[in-house]
């Protein structure tokens, strides 16, 4: 089995920071891509920002300039590094990941439980 567990959701102040973190555990023998994507109430869910395992990143245009993704390969984990945050960017956030749980098998896309991000203006 694999699971991706994300915290670090909270409450805060409009301009306020959180940093969100994601950890992926189980049968797991590598991890390409990393993401976050936010569902807002009543709106579609979103992409927010992806990670590849070199380090590549991309940003929805939201969030650029104001939100960070980056990755811990040993710890098999990605974190969202979230300033400047704005009432807009309440919604529920997710995290995913590719996974290879055995060497020669097919990758498969994991999403976690999610972890609410409230800012309050």
């Known amino acids: 089995q694999v699971q991706l567990v994300e915290s670090g959701g909270d409450l805060v102040q409009a301009g306020g920071s959180l940093r969100l973190s994601c950890a992926a555990s189980?049968?797991?023998?590598?991890?390409?891509?990393m993401g976050w994507h936010r569902q807002a109430p009543g709106k579609q869910r979103e992409l927010v920002a992806t990670i590849t395992r070199s380090g590549s990143t991309l940003y929805a245009d939201s969030v650029k300039g104001r939100f960070t993704i980056s990755r811990d390969n040993a710890k098999n984990t990605v974190y969202l590094q979230m300033n400047s945050l704005e009432p807009w960017d309440t919604a529920v956030y997710y995290c995913t990941a590719e996974i290879q749980k055995y060497y020669g098998a097919n990758m498969r896309n994991y999403w976690g439980q999610g972890t609410q991000v409230t800012v309050s203006s």
């Open positions: 189980g049968i797991i023998f590598s991890i390409y891509g």
